[in-house]
């Protein structure tokens, strides 16, 4: 009774189906059929075999129903590697348009209407060969104007600064330091361009304008101050700040937008002090990145060799004399025997 009520149910839902459906699956089934007659140890599908299933996804949506043999996933993974092939073909017969090469005439012209009128831009200089009758797009244009040689004047006029003021030249900025808790401590110093003393360093969690006024009054004392100061453009240097900075008598000098190279004494001493120190420690907190400054500072001033002073150090280290006679060389340990400073014994 069950297998006949089973029958029936088989026959009434393929009553149902129309031809067209029936046909497909007939011929599914039988494609499969065909792949498990030439099986060796196990059925393998061809090439011919992959375009039929291929080309029945695209005619009949009902073609996951019938398959047996592999997974629909499969099915769709062969269709994408052949859209794969048939692109590939494809570009293979394409012809190339191949981007037309640009004279040196036309590029040294390039460069020379960059250097003779610094304030064009592509287009400007576009029109300007367009009139000339030089047949090149404006896209060409802008990426040769990249590749020409800046100005370097304004450079050389900064570094002329730099060099006949540097007696009286100090700089100051902030740098970040991470601590234990996942905290941040801001330092900030001031340093002179003359020696690289560093004239004044502190440290807080707050950097606001009125604190950077505060630590101005601890470091110029006694008119002490010099009579150009470098600094960036951070918020903590406001406009009340400027003013505090030109009542001691310093005239301030802002370095442009993201030119730090503008102020390379300072962050230079940054990426020494973290090579030095910084990268080395773990910062337990504020009191404890105060004395692992202050110890640096010490060693900076009295013991480091510096390049820009003649391998010399800003304190004025003494040589030792050169006498022909080997003495016996003691090393003292500092910043807790991260470095360490040589002299001879007595």
Avoid at 254 to 272: I, K
């Amino acid at each position: 009774m069950p297998r006949t009520l089973r029958l029936l149910f088989t026959l009434l839902v393929r009553s149902t189906r129309s031809r067209h459906n029936l046909l497909l699956e007939n011929l599914a089934l039988r494609q499969q059929l065909g792949v498990l007659k030439h099986r060796h140890p196990q059925p393998r599908f061809a090439a011919s075999d992959k375009l039929f299933w291929v080309i029945l996804r695209r005619l009949w949506p009902g073609w996951k129903r019938a398959l047996i043999l592999v997974q629909p996933e499969t099915v769709v993974r062969w269709h994408r590697a052949g859209f794969k092939l048939y692109w590939t073909w494809l570009s293979r017969h394409r012809t190339r348009l191949r981007r037309k090469c640009v004279s040196r005439e036309l590029r040294e012209l390039i460069f020379r209407m960059v250097a003779e009128n610094p304030t064009w831009g592509a287009p400007r200089i576009h029109g300007e060969l367009k009139m000339l009758g030089f047949d090149i797009s404006e896209r060409t244009v802008l990426r040769w104007m990249r590749k020409a040689s800046r100005n370097p004047e304004p450079a050389k006029r900064w570094m002329s600064f730099l060099n006949n003021h540097r007696e009286a030249i100090a700089a100051m900025d902030f740098f970040t330091v991470p601590t234990l808790t996942f905290g941040v401590l801001y330092c900030f110093f001031i340093i002179a361009h003359n020696r690289r003393r560093i004239l004044h360093c502190n440290v807080t969690k707050h950097p606001t304008s009125a604190w950077v006024i505060q630590q101005l009054r601890e470091a110029f004392l006694y008119d002490s101050a010099p009579r150009y100061l470098i600094l960036d453009r951070g918020t903590q240097f406001n406009a009340e700040m400027i003013d505090a900075v030109k009542s001691f008598g310093i005239q301030p000098k802002r370095t442009s937008f993201r030119s730090p190279w503008q102020n390379g004494v300072a962050e230079r001493w940054v990426g020494n002090c973290r090579r030095d120190l910084l990268d080395h420690v773990i910062v337990l907190n504020k009191q404890h990145l105060k004395r692992l400054m202050n110890d640096y500072v010490r060693y900076y001033h009295d013991d480091r060799t510096h390049l820009a002073l003649a391998k010399g150090t800003p304190a004025g280290r003494k040589e030792a004399n050169k006498s022909g006679a080997a003495g016996t060389v003691i090393a003292t340990p500092r910043l807790g025997g991260l470095h360490h400073r040589y002299d001879l014994a007595a």
